[in-house]
């Protein structure tokens, strides 16, 4: 047993013991009240459009924007420390705001979380690991079931090659998801994870292929399970590095879950957009099933990836992702 392994079958354990203690804080957060909007019991059917686009938050105009905008998916993110802030004490609105918010408007949402907090790891930092994995495994634990009645992703961490303190083994991260995994199998075995989220430095340097070798020997990808990877103009060729995401997903979808392009030329902009959806609808890669742009808006004006204006003005990368979208043979496969 390598030194890698070793490390993570002792976690393993760590997290069964935990078992017990963490599904009693599930059962307690599963008698709350249901979170507004939600159809505990009842979950909305769901839509399968492959066109996704990242948001952080569904305030103001931005329910309008997206549906206008006409994707299916809308994907964001929170620090696990918003939302524990304190050992067993949640604050779930910052995951609210898009899952629930999602669920409304008939949207699939992809929430991601990541960055341990202070009280998990003795103040080491985000990137530190949780001193006690089983502190993580409760909080999966609780996260499913909140949302479990939810059309809702799990994303474990956002690009824990660059933003993870771990070696291009990918222990720590193969640690984190594989707990992520157990937990939500305590609470609902058919909720869906998504990982490694990795950027797509990580094919090049044999981090993505090491993890994803770990994750998958303990048999912690369930068939519901996505693969899902970054991409940006700056990497590899596209279909490329896709074909070698593929290689070692096996039969799991694999999603382009964030690629997007900044610029202050517009149309360049635009025009990346339509190549990318080109090669996305035509690339005759039935496994390669979404692909989610960054971003929908953040408040400026130029040479950023956001699609809208500060005011929400839609830029022509904007218009050019909803004619896609609305084109007979961009239809989902």
């Known amino acids: 047993m390598t030194n890698d392994t070793a490390r993570i079958a002792r976690g393993f354990r760590r997290g069964l013991v935990a078992v017990a203690l ?3 804080i599930a059962r307690v957060e599963g008698q709350r009240s249901p979170a507004p909007g939600s159809t505990v019991g009842e979950a909305v059917p769901k839509p399968r459009s492959p066109f996704g686009i990242v948001t952080f938050d569904l305030k103001g105009p ?6 206008r905008l006409g994707t299916g998916v809308v994907r964001g993110s929170c620090n696990w420390a918003d939302l524990e802030p304190a050992r067993g004490a949640f604050n779930w609105s910052c995951s609210d705001d898009v899952i629930v918010g999602a669920q409304t408007l008939r949207l699939r949402s992809y929430m991601t979380v990541g960055c ?3 009280w998990a790891n003795n103040g080491a930092g985000c990137r530190g690991m949780p001193a006690d994995i089983a502190d993580w495994y409760g909080f999966v634990a609780n ?3 909140r949302y479990t009645h939810f059309d809702t992703i799990l994303g474990v961490w956002n690009e824990p090659n660059l933003t993870l303190d771990d070696t291009v083994s990918g222990a720590n991260y193969a ?3 594989i707990n992520a995994s157990n937990a939500r199998n ?3 075995a058919n909720f869906p994870l998504a990982g490694p989220e990795t950027s797509h430095h990580a094919a090049a340097n044999g981090y993505y292929r090491q993890t994803m070798g770990l994750i998958e020997s303990y048999g912690a990808l369930d068939t519901q399970d996505i693969v899902a990877v970054h991409w940006y103009p700056d990497g590899p060729a596209l279909t490329d590095y896709l074909d070698a995401i593929h290689d070692t997903a096996g039969s799991h979808e694999v999603w382009l879950s964030e690629t997007g392009y900044a610029t202050a030329d517009l149309k360049a902009q635009a025009d990346f957009y339509g190549w990318l959806l080109q090669t996305f609808v035509r690339s005759d890669r039935a496994w390669w099933t979404h692909v989610i742009f960054y971003r929908l808006w953040d408040g400026l004006d130029c040479c950023t990836e956001a699609i809208v204006t500060s005011d929400f003005t839609p830029k022509p990368a904007f218009d050019t992702y909803r004619d896609w979208i609305e084109k007979p043979f961009a239809r989902p496969r």
Not at 62 to 67: C, E, G, H, Q, S
């Open 22 to 24: 963490v599904m009693g």
């Open 62 to 67: 931005v329910p309008k924007v997206l549906a």
């Open 116 to 118: 341990t907090p202070a």
């Open 143 to 145: 996260f499913v079931s």
């Open 175 to 177: 640690l984190l998801f």
């Open 186 to 188: 305590t609470v609902n």
